[in-house]
């Protein structure tokens, strides 16, 4: 049986424990299959080595020995869940290519189960409740953050997005009650960012979208949506990690999208409209 695929279909039906050891063994299967019974009970916070009994046998497997040799035998099989190779300069375009999507789609698979889905809610409302929405990213983020500011504009949605940092910092010197600042930043570390964020709490509420939890701006958010990715030469890393950032703000703009009144839909609605005389 397609152990992995097993465990996606089930895993919204299991109990909090087991649902930890599915989330682990989705995320990092290539590791699970090398440890014991008991180092997979530790490494997820499972109360004793029954839990993971219960675990595997739910699956239809007698032995955690069966479980161990069918999920090694798929991953040989499926390049998809191989560790991330390192782009070298001897690498031909179709090498890159390979190495770039696979390393893209396995991020990506792997932060869908790391990201939290309570965080991710908790974002949402903080979305919908603001009267104002900061929108802060610079340099490679701020791409993400002005994609960001249109997506929400579009729902009618009070918000703000400046390149320069300037213009972020006197924006956020005098913070409203029940503004909420969206700060993109890979590294996590952007004076840019993280000082007008520092200066506007308590007063507003952060949502920070960054690779880095222990940041200072992860540090200093109230809801810290840290994502996850390899490191490899030639700084894909950090490109990897952003298409991993488009898809948390996709993620919180459909999210917002479906708890919007009428009158956010019809504002979608009219500025689509706007916007068609644009198009053939």
């Known amino acids: ?34 440890m014991s019974i008991t180092e997979l009970a530790r490494k997820t916070g499972a109360k004793s080595e029954s839990t993971v009994v219960r675990f595997y046998r739910d699956l239809g497997f007698e032995s955690y020995h069966d479980f161990k040799v069918t999920l090694a035998t ?25 190495k770039f999507f696979e390393g893209s789609a396995k991020t990506l698979h792997r932060n869908m189960y790391s990201i939290s889905d309570v965080l991710l809610q908790q974002a949402v409302d903080l979305i919908c409740g603001c009267k104002r929405l900061i929108i802060i990213g610079f340099g490679t983020s701020g791409s ?36 909420v600042v969206l700060a ?11 000082i007008p964020v520092k200066k506007a709490r308590p007063v507003a509420k952060v949502i920070a979208i960054t690779g880095a939890k222990d940041s200072p701006l992860g540090n200093i958010a109230d ?18 990690a ?23 839909l019809r504002s979608l609605e009219k500025t689509k409209q706007a916007l068609s005389y644009l198009k053939f």
């Not at 690498?91 to 390979?98: A, E, G, L, P, Q």
């Open 184 to 194: 993109i930043s890979y590294s996590g570390e952007s004076k840019g960012a993280v």
């Open 74 to 98: 798929e991953i040989a099989g499926n390049s998809f869940y191989h560790t991330y190779e390192d782009i070298t300069s001897d690498d031909s375009i179709t090498t890159v290519k390979r």
């Open 242 to 264: 952003l298409i991993v950032h488009v898809a948390v703000v996709g993620t919180l703009f459909t999210g917002v999208s479906l708890r919007m009144s009428p009158a956010s």
């Open 1 to 34: 049986m397609p152990v992995l695929q097993t465990i996606m279909d089930r895993v919204g039906s299991l109990t909090r424990i087991q649902r930890s050891i599915a989330e682990y063994v989705l995320k990092h299967p290539d590791q699970t299959f090398k």
């Open 223 to 240: 809801v810290c949506i840290a994502t996850e990715s390899e490191e490899v030469n030639y700084r894909t890393d950090a490109m990897i």
């Open 144 to 179: 993400l953050a002005s994609d960001a500011y249109f997506k929400f504009l579009r729902l009618g949605i009070h918000c703000f997005y400046y390149p320069d940092p300037h213009y972020t910092a006197v924006m956020l010197a005098e913070p409203q009650e029940h503004d």
